[in-house]
């Protein structure tokens, strides 16, 4: 479907230093008023207001979200799961990756190159559930062939 003429969505190469300057600071503080938003990159609010909107619809906005403590609902322990399969063919690898993102506890699964093909973060209540996952969820899929899990002692966001 092509866009309509009147439609604000740009490709991603079209954004300007103002475009950027908005995504910078949402990715730092995503509940940043429009007005103190603008205040911030130099534009009138409603300049600013528009521009996130087209950022949003354009993509470059994916969303909003509370960055929640994971012990404060009960998934203290977390866990990057490398995950080797056993097939490559893409309908293997597109049907492993739409399983794992539904799976319980996972709250990201990134496609990697190098020796392991997936690598899956994961929140779970203690180490037993953490065993039981890749034990339940992952060993017994035909398609994962090995895993290794790594656990995250400390997590430490960055500016991005």
């Known amino acids: 479907m092509s ?3 009147n439609d604000v969505r740009r490709p991603f190469a079209t954004l300007d230093d103002v475009d950027r300057a908005i995504l910078t600071e949402l990715a730092a503080d995503g509940r940043l008023p429009n007005n103190a938003l603008a205040e911030r990159v130099g534009v009138a609010p409603s300049t600013c207001l ?4 087209a950022l949003r619809d354009c993509g470059a906005i994916r969303g909003f979200h509370a960055e929640v403590d994971p012990a404060a609902v009960g998934l203290p322990l977390q866990a ?3 995950v080797r399969l056993t097939a490559h063919e893409r309908a293997a690898v597109d049907a492993f ?5 539904r799976l319980p506890g996972v709250v990201s699964v990134f496609h990697v190159a190098g020796a392991e093909d997936y690598v899956l973060h994961v929140r779970a209540a203690s180490g037993d559930a953490l065993r039981d996952f890749v034990l339940d969820q992952l060993a017994v899929d035909p398609v994962v062939q090995h895993t290794q899990t790594s656990l995250i002692f400390e ?3 960055g500016r991005g």
């Open 97 to 101: 990756r739409a399983r794992s993102v």
């Open 155 to 157: 997590q430490a966001r």
């Open 50 to 53: 528009t521009r996130t909107r």
């Open 80 to 82: 990057l799961v490398s």
């Open 3 to 5: 866009p309509a003429p």
